[in-house]
């Protein structure tokens, strides 16, 4: 066996997993079909909730002060402004605004703290082809080389090679739009704590201020009939001229281009994330409208939630079952954003006659308190629960076994203060009151824990990812979970203690 897991592809959704798996003293490989780091920039959303991952794996470092902060969304109809979507407006729960920052840069934090555990990538490297059996399995690259592997994970894109490899499907239809996309040089009128959209008919310009002094994405749809490749220079004009017809900018306004895509949407959902020891994470699972932001934020998820389940059994200390818990918790989160950016999509572009009534009466609403705080926070994805998974809790009182468990102050057992979110990443955290030793015994003989002083009456037992696992306070109720959830060990773990 060469290594335990493989991860195809060293994009975020790759990177984040191999961080994590790394930092658990899981021995990963990551290989990618590229000949380097991408120099585009791509991506540029993180919202709340993918700041928090990042921050857990320990790879979020000084991206807060290379990203621009966003303070508020305008949207104008007929030149008219129409709504402000104010970020300060989100309430307790979001209490990070999202960033707008490069792919690049997310990807080069993450490539440095794959490099300081001890990683590394093989460029030039994708998956040709595999075969896997009941002990592993073997992944043919590019470069005519052989990787023996007892887990793969597939984090190569929309067109990944790994899933089509594993026979699995990935249904799903084009959402009939096509979108022009540059990164410009640019001296405009707007404030660079906004994003900026233009509504005019079934037409739509979003503008976004990029780190730095004068660089700003333009994006609208592709109008074209016939479709059909744009030159740079073209893609450049034909925002240029929306800018100055839909905002009243001067095109003169607009300078160099950076960088600029034509592309279509699409909407998909691998019909499953697991094929024996083949799994998917990322684009590789889902694709959807850019509409929101959620995509990155997405992947970056699968992957913290893959990873300590891929951790726990690759040491041996849970059973196989547990990896079929990531679709179950994940795939739905999928489903959802895929509805939810298909329908925004839809309601944004849509020229039919609904469409636009439907537009006329949504817009102005985005400017009421109630569905502003509902909309950051759903944007945010941290009100994602897994309470109606396989490890959670449907029914209840308060914080319930799959929900997300807000960085709370803690106290180690040193009495040095601490963040709950800090002590995770690479281990789990239980916040155990006094007098509650039996069940800190049977957690500490299961897994990687850190033991924090908790004010209220139940212990509270806090995975990796920072949801809830169990709570409670009779010592059955842990060992039962534990068993459950984890299924027997396959080996002991390496320095169990309840200390």
Not at 14 to 27: F, K, R, S, T
Request: glycine fraction near 12%.
């Amino acid at each position: 066996m060469n290594t335990s897991v493989l991860v195809v592809g060293a994009g975020p959704t790759g990177l984040a997993l191999a961080c994590a798996l790394a930092a658990a003293d899981v021995p990963v490989e990551v290989v990618d079909r590229a000949t380097g780091p991408a120099t585009t920039s791509r991506a540029l959303g993180l919202q709340p909730r993918g700041i928090e991952v990042l921050d857990r794996i320990g790879a979020l470092g000084d991206l807060p002060e290379h990203g621009r902060a966003i303070e508020h969304t305008v949207v104008l109809v007929g030149g008219r402004q129409f709504a402000d979507l104010r970020f300060a407006g989100a309430g307790p729960l979001v209490r990070r605004r999202a960033l707008i920052v490069s792919q690049t840069e997310i990807e080069s934090r993450l490539r440095a703290r794959f490099a300081e555990l001890g990683g590394t990538i093989r460029w030039a490297a994708g998956a040709t082809g595999l075969h896997q059996d009941a002990t592993g399995v073997d992944v043919a690259l590019a470069d005519g080389s052989t990787v023996r592997a007892a887990w793969v994970v597939g984090c190569d894109g929309a067109h990944s090679a790994v899933r089509e490899a594993a026979g699995i499907g990935f249904p799903g239809v084009p959402l009939n739009e096509r979108f022009l996309l540059a990164d410009v040089h640019a001296d405009l009128p707007i404030d660079r704590d906004s994003v900026t959209v233009w509504l005019e008919g079934d037409r739509m310009l979003a503008v976004f201020p990029l780190p730095g002094a004068d660089l700003w994405r333009l994006m609208a749809p592709d109008r074209r009939p016939a479709g059909g490749h744009l030159a740079a220079a073209d893609v450049r004009d034909a925002l240029a001229a929306l800018l100055e017809s839909d905002a009243g900018i001067p095109r003169a306004a607009v300078g160099a281009a950076e960088w600029t895509s034509v592309f279509a949407i699409h909407r998909r959902l691998a019909d499953t994330y697991r094929a024996g020891r083949v799994l998917l994470a990322g684009d590789a699972a889902h694709v959807h409208s850019p509409f929101g932001g959620q995509g990155l934020n997405t992947g970056i998820g699968d992957a913290e939630n893959l990873a300590w389940k891929l951790a726990l059994v690759a040491s041996g200390l849970a059973g196989e079952q547990l990896l079929d818990t990531y679709q179950a918790e994940r795939r739905p989160v999928a489903a959802e954003v895929l509805a939810a950016t298909s329908a925004a999509t839809g309601v944004a572009l849509g020229d039919s006659a609904p469409a636009r009534a439907l537009r006329r009466l949504a817009v102005p609403l985005l400017d009421h308190d109630v569905v502003q705080r509902a909309l950051l926070e759903r944007a945010s994805q941290l009100r994602i629960s897994y309470r109606h998974g396989p490890l959670g809790r449907r029914f209840g009182r308060g914080l319930r076994a799959g929900d997300r468990v807000p960085d709370l102050r803690c106290t180690r057992t040193d009495g040095t203060p601490t963040r709950l979110h800090a002590e995770l990443g690479d281990t789990w955290a239980l916040l155990c009151p006094a007098g509650l030793d039996d069940i800190r015994a049977a957690v500490a003989e299961r897994l990687p824990v850190a033991v924090l002083r908790g004010s209220g009456r139940d212990a509270l037992l806090v995975r990796p990812d920072g949801h809830l696992a169990w709570r409670g306070r009779e010592p059955r109720g842990i060992a039962e979970w534990l068993t459950r959830a984890l299924g027997p060990a396959v080996a002991p773990r390496v320095g169990a203690s309840a200390a």
